[in-house]
């Protein structure tokens, strides 16, 4: 058949997960946590599931979930949201984002996104008939060259797509970026599609988010998972906080791509929110320590850290070790020294020559990040 992603395979994440279980290799490439999540989520879960939470939730989401989104939104970013009107709970933040750009992008828009970029973004657009212009991020600051923003957007740029703590690089992004965005796009008929999922995950620097912006974000889609910060991807639990107008839109997708999302783990999850509420504040600690600890036990091998500011991913160049390229390095780390690794170019359209990096997922238990990396040290 005519496939209307000819250049689409199976992602990376599937590969490498299915090749680490394969060749029984520490996984440290699909992004997953290996540790449970707080016993008294997953037990309101179980309570939820047998007190009869099982049937469709309202399309928009539960209210009480909403309403504990607000109130982490407040919290957080000293920004009050119409739970009613401005939040729209969705499985995951994948169908978040899908819905966003599929309300968003006409036929022949073009798409604004950095490279690297997260995989799912291009596929969308191709879809919704949109155009993707790359912005390049150059290694190792990957900051965003807002001049060479300025020169691609056109009459036909329609959306920039934008991801903070950055995936697969691990960079924040500053105010000044939030306050140069807006510069160029303020006088143009242009939405912003925050990807946030990791706004929790950030280190030493202060990440920024569009909720602080209070123009930006009134032509912005912002978008996060509970995937992320309550380490339950699986539960595929996400959110859009969108003015009204963008809301309404993207809730006409939403209503037919899955209509609502799980019921009982919405119920939960607005539950613990309630409940505990500073374990969202805990994250960036939380995740610092293993950031720290798979760095020092890497210290010392003929690996380059790169820094890594938030998201649980660390990147490693690895041009003092092997001339192969990143794909067959990540082969080799699986087949030969027991570790699975994401190559960094898969997220490029244009991937820099020469540049070798692999990402490393630190989302694991402290004893499996020592573990990779004394058999990656060996190197
Ligand atoms: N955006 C980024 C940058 C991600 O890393 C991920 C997933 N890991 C997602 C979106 C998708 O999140 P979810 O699993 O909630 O769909
Ligand atoms: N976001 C995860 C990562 O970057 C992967 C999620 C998926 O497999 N689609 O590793």
């Not at 984002?97 to 996104?113: C, K, N, Q, R, T």
């Amino acid at each position: 058949i005519a496939s209307k992603l000819p250049n689409v395979g199976t992602t990376i994440f599937t590969k490498m997960s299915a090749l680490a279980a394969e060749k029984g290799a520490i996984n440290l490439s699909q992004g997953f946590p290996d540790f449970p999540a707080d016993t008294r989520l997953l037990e309101r879960a179980s309570q939820a599931l047998l007190q009869g939470n099982n049937q469709y939730s309202p399309m928009t989401g539960l209210p009480i979930l909403r309403d504990a989104i607000g109130d982490l939104i407040a919290r957080h970013y000293d920004r009050k949201v119409d739970p009613v009107n401005e939040i729209t709970v969705t499985s995951g933040a994948s169908e978040a984002i899908f819905d966003a750009i599929s309300s968003l992008v006409h036929p022949g828009d073009e798409v604004l996104l950095f490279d690297p970029a997260y995989d799912l973004y291009e596929p969308a657009v191709q879809l919704a008939g949109g155009v993707c212009k790359r912005v390049v991020l150059k290694a190792p600051a990957f900051r965003p060259d807002w001049t060479e923003v300025d020169t691609l957007v056109s009459d036909k740029t329609r959306l920039v797509l934008i991801n903070t703590p950055h995936n697969p690089t691990g960079t924040c992004w500053q105010n000044e970026d939030l306050e140069q965005l807006w510069q160029i796009i303020s006088t143009r008929d242009i939405h912003v599609l925050s990807d946030e999922v990791y706004e929790f995950i950030h280190f030493q620097t202060k990440s920024v988010s569009v909720h602080q912006h209070e123009l930006l974000r009134e032509r912005s889609v912002i978008v996060s998972s509970f995937g992320k910060s309550f380490h339950l991807t699986g539960w595929k639990v996400g959110y859009v906080v969108a003015p009204s107008a963008l809301t309404r839109e993207l809730r006409k997708v939403h209503q037919f791509v899955t209509f609502c999302t799980a019921t009982p783990f919405q119920q939960a999850i607005a539950e613990h929110l309630n409940e505990v509420p500073e374990a969202s504040a805990e994250l960036a600690g939380f995740y610092q320590q293993k950031r720290d600890v798979l760095r020092q036990a890497l210290e010392g091998s003929r690996f380059t850290l790169l820094p890594c500011e938030g998201t649980y991913f660390q990147l490693l160049d690895y041009s003092a070790i092997s001339d192969l390229d990143d794909v067959a390095f990540c082969e080799h780390l699986i087949e030969q020294v027991g570790v699975a690794a994401i190559p960094v170019s898969v997220f490029y359209q244009n991937p820099p020559t020469g540049q070798k990096l692999i990402r490393l997922c630190f989302a694991k238990d402290e004893s499996t990040l020592i573990v990779a990396a004394q058999q990656l040290a060996q190197l």
